[in-house]
T-cell receptor, first 113, second 112 residues
């Protein structure tokens, strides 16, 4: 079945540690996105990419990094510079053109040890 | 500044009690308005896209409508399985593929 796979489902980070969240899609979508969701807040954009080897910062990019070496993959690294990383992280993808809806994975919940 | 506001924050209904959720928006150049359903611990599930004022979309007990300033998600005769958080998002600007701007959501609880 086509879809977006995020892993792991739960992740724990120690102080000073970088962690990487995986996002893979087999929908042949062009664009991919990372959002952060906190209780009582809407989804906020971290990074997005419309084409391989290119990406743009969103509203809250500080303390995060991404790469887009393959069309189907868009990993997110939460660095030690992100002082409040505890949140639910959601990856989405869509076709460009025609204003197609974004489809989401089932998220990764990151907590601090 | 582009903005999306959803109301109410939470809504409790009895099974069969119809109601509406509101999504008001201010954006420069609306490309589309999207409704999603999100269950606890899951990613948002796409429901509808609306592109222009006057447009309506229906799916089972849900009906979405759009005006120039707001959208409504009408829920007719809801069932307990309709309990979820409903998210509204807009895509704005003049370039395809720009990120969505989300409201904070309305959490719906339907009791039998």
């Amino acid at each position: 079945d086509g879809g977006i796979t995020q892993s792991p489902k739960y992740l724990f980070r120690k102080e000073g540690q970088n962690v990487t969240l995986s996002c893979e899609q087999n929908l042949n979508h062009d664009a991919m996105y990372w959002y952060r969701q906190d209780p009582g807040q809407g989804l906020r954009l971290i990074y997005y990419s419309q084409i391989v080897n290119d990406f743009q910062k969103g509203d809250i990019a500080e303390g995060y990094s991404v790469s887009r070496e393959k069309k189907e993959s868009f990993p997110l690294t939460v660095t030690s510079a992100q002082k409040n990383p505890t949140a639910f992280y959601l990856c989405a993808s869509t076709h460009l053109g025609g204003d197609q809806p974004q489809h989401f994975g089932d998220g990764t919940r990151l907590s601090i040890l | 500044e582009d903005q999306v506001t959803q109301s109410p924050e939470a809504l409790r209904l009895q099974e069969g009690e119809s109601s509406s959720l509101n999504c008001s928006y201010t954006v420069s150049g609306l490309r589309g308005l999207f409704w999603y359903r999100q269950d606890p611990g899951k990613g948002p599930e796409f429901l509808f896209t609306l592109y222009s004022a006057g447009e309506e979309k229906e799916k089972e007990r849900l009906k979405a409508t759009l005006t120039k300033k707001e959208s409504f998600l009408h829920i007719t005769a809801p069932k307990p399985e309709d309990s979820a958080t409903y998210l509204c998002a807009v895509q704005a600007g003049y370039q395809a593929g720009t990120a969505l701007i989300f409201g904070k959501g309305t959490t719906l609880s339907v009791s039998s």
